[in-house]
């Protein structure tokens, strides 16, 4: 009975992810045709030799960098080779796929999708975000333009809070009220922490002004 339940939950997480990509891309299709007929080719293939790569600003050939290793990882992870992941993506050969290993190609949108619906399945938006900013530098730069390019940021703080939780298996388990308990206090914990590092203004000003009469007192004992 446990396993059926498992595995139901199994079938429902694949079908929500699913859902959820699906309607990620349907839908930046549906804003990319209200923009001036962007599709989801927008973003040129190409392969950058060493001279052409020299041209980029380092901060975009270091966001391709770590696209690249993006790649690397999550292939590795998925236990296939440039030729199993070339196979899967139904291209000719590798070379395309080791030269963005590399940090060495711009390409499509499209494939940027066709990457992340195969490798990041279980949490494809910052993976596909990492890969619009490293190698598609023309719809990075239209996201700049809608606003939206603190995105990565954001996501990334996320990430990083959801894995202080996923790594803690004792707070996983706990019971629903002693869970609110705890996340009472992860939240109150957090605002002294906010405090702490910004004094308010009256703490500086008190800090101001004591400041002073310290530095009016060394001033009057240094005449007598």
């Given amino acids: 009975m446990a396993r059926d339940d498992e595995s139901g939950r199994s079938r429902l997480f694949d079908q929500v992810t699913s859902f959820t990509f699906n309607l990620l891309r349907s839908a930046v299709g549906s804003l990319a045709g209200r923009v001036g007929g962007l599709t989801l080719r927008i973003g040129s293939t190409l392969i950058l030799d060493a001279g052409q790569r020299r041209l980029l600003s380092p901060e975009q050939r270091a966001w391709m960098d770590r696209a690249g290793q993006a790649i690397h990882d999550a292939r590795v992870t998925a236990g296939l080779s440039l030729d199993g992941l070339a196979a899967a993506l139904d291209m000719e050969d590798k070379t395309l796929l080791q030269a963005m290993e590399q940090g060495s190609a711009t390409v499509s949108f499209e494939m940027i999708l066709r990457l992340t619906s195969l490798l990041a399945r279980n949490d494809p938006l910052p993976f596909l975000i990492s890969l619009v900013r ?38 996983r ?3 629903e009220a002693e869970f609110n308990q705890v996340l009472a206090f992860c939240e109150s914990a957090l605002d002294t922490a906010l405090t702490f590092r910004t004094p308010s203004a009256s703490v500086e000003k ?9 530095s009016s007192n060394n001033d009057d004992t240094a005449r007598r």
């Fill in 134 to 171: 490293g190698f598609n530098p023309r719809l990075w730069a239209l996201a700049e333009d809608w606003g939206i390019g603190h995105l990565p940021t954001m996501i990334e703080r996320d990430r990083k809070w959801m894995n202080i939780y996923r790594g803690n298996e004792a707070v």
């Fill in 173 to 175: 388990q706990l019971p």
């Fill in 206 to 214: 008190h800090g101001r002004a004591a400041q002073a009469a310290k």
